[in-house]
């Protein structure tokens, strides 16, 4: 996987700060585009995401052992690849075929869809894909 979970990431904790965290430790610019940060606030956590080969077990062995990550007490693990993804706000009554359908569109994924377990009461749905490609 190109992406690294930083995990235990406060709310005060600004993306910018974090932005700087990696350019530091990875010697790379996310002006320039080597990776991008999604900040996951319900979670505690962002997703880093790296855009060449950068080999992310390294990156974050040097994050999990950096005296400004520890402070913060931030750490990192790889992301594993999935085959499923939650998809929200599915309007009632969304039949599983037109979930599949989508999903199989070339515009919404081109992705081969195995299942689709529904969850109503939340208007989610859990799509199983093939193989990890599908959910990029």
């Given at each position: 996987?190109?992406a690294?979970?930083?995990?235990?990431?406060?709310?005060?904790?600004?993306?910018c700060?974090?932005?700087?965290?990696?350019?530091n430790?990875?010697?790379l610019?996310?002006?320039?585009?080597?990776?991008?940060?999604?900040?996951?606030?319900?979670?505690?956590?962002?997703?880093?995401t790296?855009?060449?080969?950068?080999?992310?077990g390294?990156?974050?062995?040097?994050?999990?052992?950096?005296h400004?990550?520890?402070?913060?007490?931030?750490?990192?693990?790889?992301?594993?690849?999935?085959?499923?993804?939650?998809?929200?706000?599915?309007?009632?009554?969304?039949?599983?075929?037109?979930?599949?359908?989508?999903f199989?569109?070339?515009?919404?994924?081109?992705?081969?869809?195995?299942?689709?377990?529904?969850?109503p009461?939340?208007?989610?749905?859990?799509?199983?894909?093939?193989?990890?490609?599908?959910?990029?």
């Amino acid at each position: 996987s190109n992406a690294v979970v930083l995990e235990n990431v406060k709310e005060t904790v600004k993306e910018c700060m974090l932005i700087l965290l990696v350019e530091n430790i990875s010697g790379l610019s996310e002006d320039d585009g080597d990776f991008s940060v999604e900040m996951i606030p319900e979670l505690h956590a962002a997703v880093v995401t790296f855009t060449g080969n950068t080999d992310t077990g390294e990156f974050a062995k040097k994050l999990n052992q950096n005296h400004r990550a520890k402070q913060q007490n931030i750490t990192a693990r790889c992301l594993e690849l999935t085959k499923s993804i939650r998809a929200e706000n599915i309007p009632p009554n969304t039949s599983s075929d037109y979930i599949t359908i989508y999903f199989e569109n070339k515009r919404n994924g081109d992705a081969q869809v195995m299942d689709v377990q529904q969850l109503p009461d939340e208007d989610a749905a859990i799509i199983t894909f093939s193989d990890h490609k599908g959910n990029a």
